[in-house]
């Protein structure tokens, strides 16, 4: 069984799996993950292991030398002066445009200096004029990247309301589509402000957490329908996903029951299927 092990960039940034080769790496050690443009420098945070993988990953091109990490100090800095540079320069310009993030790559097989600076605008925007200035200034070839709104927040990171990092910015790498429909169907309110996350669009975690209400809803009794748990019978009057509960009202008050520990009334099996897509 091949190994895997996790690094990243950033601090409690996001994940990126690599193949360790014959190497036995440790949390903390300093490695250089490949990238089209050469090798950056990354952080493991989860030592190799036998793990089931799906597809071939990057292999490691081995630990980061004193070197290395020096380079990867200068180009930090060098994104952070980009930055201020494209900042100022935008406001000469009085463009309307706002700089999200900015990379910068030293040495390619295609170019020599490299910056790229992401950026958001209310619409397209006619930066000629701003390339060369940037140009010039920054002393390396300039790539304007616009991005979207859902982009920003994963570029930018952030606490989401459940008090966790952005889930964009952690694991998910392919936004799906969410509608109010997926807020209706997990009995959320139709307020766009409780349910938007850090974007302003509505919560990714809307679309991945899903199914596992479908899957709840399937099983669980109806709401109002009679059942029988280990404080006695009641009814039932809430759904707990998160927890797999449901909330019952037995003669000693509302009580929350495993789902596992319901019976329906009048049947002979643990839990009784809910119609998929009913709300709860």
Not at 229 to 244: A, E, F, I, K, S
Not at 265 to 276: F, I, L, M, N, Y
Request: include cysteine; charge should be neutral.
């Amino acid at each position: 069984m091949p190994k895997v092990m996790a690094v990243t960039f950033e601090q409690y940034g996001r994940l990126h799996y690599l193949d360790p080769g014959e190497v036995d790496y440790r949390v903390g050690d300093w490695v250089l993950y490949p990238l089209e443009d050469g090798t950056e420098v990354a952080r493991v945070v989860w030592a190799p292991e036998d793990t089931a993988v799906a597809a071939p990953l990057p292999r490691c091109a081995g630990r980061a030398t004193r070197a290395d990490l020096e380079r990867d100090e200068a180009n930090r800095e060098r994104r952070r002066q980009i930055r201020e540079i494209a900042v100022e320069r935008i406001a000469a310009h009085r463009l309307p445009m706002k700089v999200v993030a900015t990379d910068y790559v030293d040495s390619s097989p295609e170019y020599d200096k490299l910056a790229v600076v992401y950026f958001t605008a209310p619409g397209r925007v006619d930066f000629r004029a701003l390339i060369g200035d940037l140009a010039r200034a920054v002393g390396a070839r300039i790539d304007l990247r616009q991005v979207s709104w859902r982009d920003t927040a994963q570029l930018t990171g952030g606490v989401g309301m459940c008090g966790r990092e952005l889930c964009c910015t952690l694991f998910l790498n392919e936004v799906e589509p969410v509608s109010m429909r997926l807020a209706r169907s997990q009995n959320l309110g139709s307020n766009p402000l409780q349910i938007q996350g850090a974007c302003g669009k509505l919560l990714c975690c809307l679309a991945f957490e899903h199914p596992l209400y479908v899957d709840f809803l399937r099983q669980a009794p109806s709401i109002g329908e009679r059942v029988v748990t280990p404080d006695g019978p009641g009814r039932v009057v809430g759904h707990l996903v998160p927890t797999d509960e449901v909330a019952v009202r037995t003669a000693g008050g509302v009580r929350r029951c495993p789902l596992l520990q319901v019976c329906v009334t009048g049947r002979d099996r643990a839990v009784h299927g809910a119609t998929p897509g009913k709300e709860n």
